[in-house]
T-cell receptor
């Protein structure tokens, strides 16, 4: 699986957009970008994934650069409940076996 | 659906004791896995299973055993607990199939070995 690099921490004011970057310069053509988050002491929660195109769901948007070497997770209107560690993971989707490799992620602090 | 459940929530063991961490899911998922998370670190894969009767090792399997006799349950056994196994343990499950991407995690078991 390709290695990812994320900033260790970020701050965001409540109500503003939170833009979390991720570098994955060695990503290969069949590897997906996944984002998970872990709210304090809880199990990780899936947010979104993408291959080439930008994606949006009810939680967030995922912007992947054209060369696929980096991506940005966007929380459009951050709330205090979005304070968490956010993990960017790159891997092939094999269907059955889906081992996730978690780095140390980005700790997002949303403040009033 | 209850999703992925784990018991117990907290456990304290003495060095050398054995115990089993329980994990169950009611979503009929074929893929299940166990991770451990040490303070300030990301999750590391211990063991995983792609279906009943099939298990394999992950990144940090030493000191742990697993079995998968049913689709629903995937227990993790600590054979002889050591202080280095003090950690938070998460179980996860996922449906198989190339069109499925999301893994579901349980709430975790916090284990302290003294």
């Amino acid at each position: 699986d390709a290695k990812t690099t994320q900033p260790p921490s970020m701050d965001c004011a409540e109500g503003r957009a939170a833009n979390l970057p991720c570098n994955h310069s060695t990503i290969s053509g069949n590897e997906y970008v996944y984002w998970y988050r872990q709210i304090h002491s809880q199990g990780p929660q899936y947010i979104i994934h993408g291959l080439k195109n930008n994606e949006t769901n009810e939680m967030a948007s995922l912007i992947i650069t054209e060369d696929r070497k980096s991506s940005t997770l966007i929380l459009p209107h951050a709330t205090l409940r979005d304070t968490a560690v956010y993990y960017c993971i790159v891997r092939v989707n094999t269907g059955t076996a889906s081992k996730l490799t978690f780095g140390t992620g980005t700790r997002l602090q949303v403040t009033l | 659906n209850a999703g992925v459940t784990q018991t117990p929530k907290f456990q304290v063991l003495k060095t050398g004791q054995s115990m089993t961490l329980q994990c169950a899911q009611d979503m009929n998922h074929e893929y299940m896995s166990w991770y451990r998370q040490d303070p300030g670190m990301g999750l590391r894969l211990i063991h995983y299973s792609v279906g009943a009767g099939i298990t394999d090792q992950g990144e940090v399997p030493n000191g742990y055993n697993v079995s998968r006799s049913t689709t629903e349950d995937f227990p993790l056994r600590l054979l002889s607990a050591a202080p280095s196994q003090t950690s938070v343990y998460f179980c996860a499950s996922k449906n198989s199939g190339l069109a499925t991407y999301e893994q579901y995690f349980g709430p975790g078991t916090r284990l302290t070995v003294t």
